[in-house]
């Protein structure tokens, strides 16, 4: 089955940092960019993040840039999501997506990716 399972979600105070961790099984990611996305109650589903297949083209939202870095090891299957300084606005639950793709991660919308994990919550607060 293909699948995708995010992992590394918690409770943080504001300042602290969480790793995300994207891990696929039933296909290989080396043909896939990898997006990040989050949804906080009340709000519709956004873009945090993307890289390409190889990682050359990465591209983050304003909201998270300098903050949050992504990355990923082929080898391992597995994309990550580094946050760090997390404000109690980034509180949301946490997708990765793949979409089918060969040097760029920008231009795909939601409904062209092709496989979406389940989520994993973060919440930011004192």
């Known amino acids: 089955q293909l699948q995708l399972v995010e992992s590394g979600g918690g409770l943080v105070q504001p300042g602290g940092s969480l790793r995300l961790s994207c891990a696929a099984s039933?296909?290989?990611?080396?043909?896939?960019?990898i997006g990040w996305f989050r949804q906080a109650p009340g709000k519709e589903r956004e873009g945090v993040s993307c890289i390409s297949t190889s990682g050359g083209d990465i591209n983050y939202a304003d909201s998270v840039k300098g903050r949050f870095t992504i990355s990923r090891d082929n080898a391992k299957n597995t994309v990550y999501l580094q946050m760090n300084n997390l404000k109690p606005e980034d509180t949301a639950i946490y997708y990765c997506?793949?979409?089918?793709?060969?040097?760029?991660?920008?231009?795909?919308?939601?409904?062209?990716?092709?496989?979406w994990g389940q989520g994993t919550q973060v919440t930011v607060s004192s």
């Open positions: 039933g296909f290989t990611l080396d043909y896939y960019a």
């Open positions: 997506a793949a979409v089918k793709a060969y040097y760029y991660c920008s231009g795909y919308s939601e409904s062209e990716y092709d496989y």
